[in-house]
């Protein structure tokens, strides 16, 4: 299972930011996917996530300024992040869990998000 993230940067406060992330080597459309985050000095914290079902949930610090989506025919999930702060800037990891049964981690390997005041 391989994962690949970008779309990170360095972007004002206010800005906006879209992160992707393609998976390959698993059937994309059974499992739920989703975003952790890692501040400096800090634990990887959920970000937001979405079923197979497409049934979303965000954490509360980002629910109104996060959209979590995902394209079955790119094998793609998105994470588009407006009204950014200086608060959300740290590493961001997708994930997806193996299977509706299996829900072990398979993760990418993290897009630096770097939100300026």
């Known amino acids: 299972v391989q994962l690949q993230a970008s779309g990170g940067g360095l972007v004002q406060a206010g800005g906006s930011l879209k992160l992707s992330c393609t998976v390959s080597?698993?059937?994309?459309?059974?499992?739920?996917k989703g975003w952790y985050r890692q501040a400096p000095g800090e634990q990887r914290e959920l970000v937001a996530t979405i079923t197979s079902g497409g049934r979303t949930n965000y954490v509360d610090f980002v629910k109104g300024r996060f959209t979590i989506s995902r394209d079955n025919a790119k094998n793609t999930v998105y994470l588009q992040m407006n009204s950014l702060k200086p608060e959300d800037t740290g590493v961001y990891y997708c994930?997806?869990?193996?299977?509706?049964?299996?829900?072990?981690?398979?993760w990418g390997q993290g897009t630096q998000v770097t939100v300026s005041s």
């Open positions: 080597g698993i059937i994309f459309t059974i499992s739920t």
């Open positions: 994930y997806t869990e193996r299977s509706r049964i299996d829900t072990t981690k398979h």
